[in-house]
């Protein structure tokens, strides 16, 4: 079963990543709080199994505040899965696409940022369509629209 692992707040553009242990989610706005607020790209989503998977693969050790998600969920594989929707807690989330990795991912590991290209190794990003609070070990899994 898939859980939220981690929130992280971003409180400006470009601005350091504050952990959280619960957010509320706002339709069609984002996280209450952060700075990314309207639009498709109001949350990003990383998996941490994938997260784990690039640290191996390139030796790095770094924690998954570098990759600068919104939402860090164990154990749900995110590829290809523009189109769906997640369900976290009673939240619902619209996924819109693949986040591409920038160029600060290599300034953290060298060749990350290549390698995140790989099979969304950048995560998702969404709109949120049903708001409500969550909190870290809330269960995720994608659903039905109509659920």
Known sequence: MAVLHQIWIKRAHRGK???????????????AGNANQGGKRQVTIVDLERWQELMDRLGGDLETDVR?????????????????????GTTRLLIHGEVLPCERMDEALP????AMRERWGGGAFAEVIAGG???????????????
């Open 68 to 88: 600068r998600a919104n939402l860090v969920i164990d154990a749900l594989d995110l590829f290809d899965s523009r189109g769906k929707t997640l369900r976290i």
């Open 111 to 114: 060749g990350l940022q290549a």
């Open 17 to 31: 990543m504050d952990p959280a242990t619960r957010a509320t989610l706002v339709a069609g706005r984002g996280i």
């Open 133 to 147: 609070d969550i909190a870290v070990g809330d269960t995720v899994e994608f659903v039905i629209r109509d659920q």
